[in-house]
């Protein structure tokens, strides 16, 4: 037998067993695993393990009706949603929850307008604690009910002339680690704080130096839409546990019901600046806003000009704008493209339960308020009516990204073999 056809029968055997076996070559992830005052920190790369993908959705529920109380929604503050797939549903305009099942079915509807047991004023956010308890929390207070919607008892945390409540997530024995912030001459302070079940602080955990107070005029804060701003993100864990984090740097810390810190996931990512097209881009958008916000229409009046001249921007972007985290104990870091929010969709930091970078996800066109396995949820408008609506996606690839997940290897595609013969 000549070389050369030796040479390419013994190729295309091997070749035979790639295709039936695969390749058992691992992709490694590049990170590092460190110890840092006693805390473990997972330091990860810039790049993802895997990548970038696109996650391909698919509508799987669609909740809202104009022509039935149940179903309409003036004014959508905040939607969570159970590990049994139900929904609730914050209406700050009407002062209550609306509560759906999985197939979107109203089951019940809880707290009415008022200022008695069970009565809201200002409703802004529901939190699930992990015993079953729902609270609603509204200003700095909150509201608890029990796994059946019935009225416990209301608590009150800071005061007018100390630290307000501005977020909360309830950790494991009915704890509460809250994020607090006071107004001070240099600005605002804020601070995450672990409170008992009374609502009592129990210890401050960090505390973050003042940052600038939006402008004033006539002593009234004016609402600007400015997401440069850098914000402190809290969101609840899964075993009853917490997460935090601030936006000028990329550093996520898990907290026990304890107050202390679990572990910390850090990615190397270098700081980047707005630019000034962003910057163009921003000012136009609060320009439309007080034109056309029914929250701001006829209350403001502001030239381009002093608008400019309102917005502050940072040294450099923020790292993110929120963080999710599924019942898997997987975490969502989402960032923004550009300052007109979802226009453009966003992209997803996407870390598993061990704190490792696996893949940058993208999505197009909405930004997820709650994500479950497999699922994800939004609150959107009707292009036609402009009523709200809360939607639910499936992502179709799933199956595909946790398998890669769980395989932590890779096989070479026939296709994508050369033949080089001589």
């Given at each position: 037998?000549?070389?050369?056809?030796l040479?390419?029968?013994a190729?295309?055997?091997?070749?035979?067993i790639?295709?039936?076996?695969?390749l058992?070559?691992?992709?490694?992830?590049?990170?590092?695993?460190?110890e840092?005052?006693?805390?473990?920190?997972?330091?990860n790369?810039?790049?993802?393990?895997?990548?970038?993908?696109?996650?391909?959705?698919?509508?799987?529920?669609n909740?809202?009706?104009e022509?039935?109380?149940?179903?309409?929604?003036?004014?959508?503050?905040?939607?969570?949603v159970?590990?049994?797939?139900?929904?609730?549903?914050?209406?700050?305009?009407?002062?209550?929850?609306?509560?759906y099942?999985?197939?979107?079915?109203?089951?019940?509807t809880?707290?009415?307008?008022?200022?008695?047991?069970?009565?809201?004023?200002?409703?802004?956010?529901?939190h699930?604690?992990?015993?079953?308890?729902?609270?609603?929390?509204?200003?700095?207070?909150?509201?608890?009910?029990?796994?059946?919607?019935?009225?416990?008892?209301?608590?009150?945390?800071?005061?007018?002339?100390g630290?307000?409540?501005t977020?909360?997530?309830?950790?494991e024995?009915?704890?509460?680690?809250?994020?607090?912030?006071?107004?001070?001459?240099?600005g605002?302070?804020?601070?995450?704080?672990?409170?008992?079940?009374?609502?009592?602080?129990?210890?401050?955990?960090?505390?973050?130096?003042?940052?600038?107070?939006?402008?004033?005029i006539?002593?009234?804060?004016?609402?600007?839409?400015?997401?440069?701003?850098?914000?402190?993100?809290?969101?609840?864990?899964?075993?009853?546990?917490g997460i935090?984090?601030?936006?000028?740097?990329?550093e996520?810390?898990?907290?026990?019901s304890?107050?202390?810190?679990?572990?910390?996931?850090?990615?190397?990512?270098p700081?980047?600046?707005?630019?000034?097209?962003?910057?163009?881009?921003?000012?136009?958008?609060?320009?439309?806003?007080f034109?056309?916000?029914?929250?701001?229409?006829?209350?403001y009046?502001?030239?381009?000009n002093?608008?400019?001249?309102m917005?502050?921007?940072?040294?450099?972007?923020?790292?993110?704008?929120?963080?999710?985290?599924d019942?898997?104990g997987?975490?969502?870091v989402?960032?923004?493209k550009?300052?007109?929010?979802?226009?453009?969709?966003?992209?997803i930091d996407?870390?598993?339960?061990?704190g490792?970078?696996l893949?940058?996800?993208?999505?197009?066109?909405?930004?997820?308020?709650?994500?479950?396995?497999?699922?994800?949820y939004?609150?959107?408008?009707?292009?036609?009516?402009?009523?709200?609506?809360?939607?639910?996606?499936?992502?179709?690839?799933?199956?595909?990204?946790?398998?890669?997940?769980?395989?932590n290897?890779?096989?070479?595609?026939?296709?994508?073999?050369?033949?080089?013969?001589?």
């Amino acid at each position: 037998m000549k070389p050369r056809v030796l040479f390419l029968s013994a190729f295309l055997l091997n070749l035979s067993i790639v295709q039936i076996h695969g390749l058992s070559q691992v992709v490694k992830w590049k990170g590092t695993i460190e110890e840092e005052n006693g805390v473990k920190v997972i330091k990860n790369p810039k790049e993802p393990l895997y990548g970038g993908i696109t996650l391909e959705l698919e509508e799987d529920l669609n909740i809202g009706n104009e022509n039935d109380e149940n179903y309409l929604f003036n004014l959508i503050f905040n939607i969570n949603v159970d590990m049994n797939g139900n929904i609730y549903v914050v209406d700050f305009k009407e002062k209550h929850i609306q509560v759906y099942d999985k197939f979107g079915t109203h089951t019940r509807t809880i707290g009415r307008p008022g200022q008695g047991p069970g009565e809201f004023q200002n409703p802004s956010y529901f939190h699930i604690g992990p015993e079953g308890n729902f609270y609603v929390q509204e200003m700095y207070k909150f509201h608890q009910f029990g796994p059946k919607g019935v009225f416990k008892r209301s608590m009150t945390i800071g005061n007018p002339f100390g630290y307000q409540l501005t977020q909360l997530a309830i950790l494991e024995g009915e704890k509460i680690l809250a994020k607090l912030h006071k107004t001070t001459e240099k600005g605002t302070v804020s601070k995450i704080a672990l409170l008992d079940n009374s609502a009592k602080e129990i210890k401050t955990i960090v505390e973050y130096p003042p940052f600038e107070l939006e402008p004033m005029i006539n002593g009234k804060q004016i609402p600007l839409w400015n997401p440069y701003y850098f914000m402190l993100v809290l969101s609840p864990y899964i075993k009853g546990q917490g997460i935090y984090a601030y936006s000028n740097e990329y550093e996520v810390v898990i907290v026990s019901s304890s107050g202390e810190k679990v572990f910390i996931i850090k990615k190397d990512e270098p700081p980047s600046s707005v630019t000034q097209k962003e910057k163009d881009l921003l000012v136009n958008l609060n320009i439309k806003m007080f034109r056309d916000s029914p929250l701001r229409k006829n209350k403001y009046s502001f030239s381009k000009n002093e608008i400019n001249k309102m917005i502050k921007f940072p040294s450099h972007k923020p790292y993110f704008i929120n963080i999710l985290s599924d019942e898997d104990g997987n975490i969502y870091v989402i960032k923004l493209k550009d300052p007109s929010g979802v226009k453009h969709g966003v992209d997803i930091d996407y870390f598993n339960s061990k704190g490792e970078y696996l893949y940058r996800f993208t999505i197009k066109n909405k930004m997820p308020a709650v994500i479950r396995r497999e699922y994800f949820y939004t609150v959107e408008t009707d292009s036609e009516t402009d009523y709200f609506r809360i939607k639910r996606y499936k992502i179709k690839n799933w199956e595909q990204i946790k398998k890669n997940e769980k395989s932590n290897g890779w096989t070479y595609p026939i296709s994508n073999i050369h033949l080089f013969l001589l």
